[in-house]
């Protein structure tokens, strides 16, 4: 497989019998053009209605590819009327299931907004997590007493409760797969402290081939390395992104 970083959450990654691209809303470097211009069937990811994960852009891709393009949306995106029933293939909440004779796709939960994905193509399985994240741990302390804390960012919120949602997902994914090739998910400092607990409650519970960062676009690529000193004891392989349109081909070995 060939993995492309597009630009904060959004990924291509293009396998023997298809591409798939997951949360493009910026293309900085412009590799979009090139991967629709193939001829390998494209499949369009977004996970949720969020402007920094869904761009209705993305719908203008039909004018160089009418064919063997799939768009396959969150409900949620439908739902906050981002966009029209027509305009995606494939509308999937929680829970929901879509295949065809190259993909097979799982809707899975999120602690945020819309829904995380599991994606089996040519025999790999891929995991991207939207805006699936521990995104209070900063508030996590040990003198966290527990309850309900306000914050100038977030207003009243309760991180204990937020985590026990996220894992409660986690729980969920693992009731589909326990093991992923490849794993998206966010490293992300604006988290502060902490910011990478809830990638290490991830790979503490999943077997996992290869893990890329994403959602770091504020806090700078070398933020986002920062979770290579936690795969690095599990073996497991990371991929330190350092700019966009950078690829990665990846068999599956260390």
């Known amino acids: ?22 949360d493009c809303w910026r293309d900085p470097a412009g590799v979009v053009p090139g991967l629709i211009a193939g001829d390998k069937p494209v499949y369009v990811f977004a996970s949720h209605f969020h402007e920094d ?6 719908f203008a891709w039909r004018n160089m590819r009418p064919s063997d393009l799939i768009y396959i949306l969150s409900k949620d995106i439908l739902r ?5 029933r027509e305009e995606a293939d494939v509308w999937l909440a929680k829970g929901g299931q879509w295949q065809d004779e190259r993909i ?10 819309g829904v995380s994905w599991i994606v089996e193509a040519d025999g790999r399985r891929l995991f991207h997590a939207g805006d699936l994240n521990n995104w209070y741990a900063r508030f996590l302390t040990e003198d966290y007493a527990g309850g309900t804390i306000i914050s ?4 009243e919120i309760d991180p204990l409760k937020d985590e026990k949602q996220f894992l409660g997902e986690l729980k969920d994914i693992r009731k589909v797969a326990d093991a992923f090739d490849i794993v998206m998910f966010p490293v992300d400092g604006r988290v502060g402290n902490g910011y990478t607990r809830g990638a290490r409650q991830f790979i503490s519970q999943f077997q996992v081939g290869l893990f890329v960062p994403m959602h770091f676009v504020v806090s700078g690529f070398e933020s986002a390395w920062r979770m290579k000193e936690f795969t690095d004891p599990l073996h497991i392989p990371f991929w330190s992104i350092a700019y966009e349109g950078e690829t990665l ?3 599956g070995a260390e």
């Open 1 to 22: 497989m060939k993995l492309t970083y597009i630009f904060h959450s959004g990924f291509a990654v293009e396998c023997d019998s298809c591409i798939l691209i997951f």
């Open 53 to 58: 994960h869904f761009c209705r852009d993305i």
């Open 80 to 84: 906050h009327r981002r966009a029209e």
């Open 104 to 113: 097979r796709v799982w809707a899975l939960g999120s602690n945020d907004s």
């Open 152 to 155: 100038k960012e977030f207003g």
């Open 249 to 251: 081909q990846w068999n």
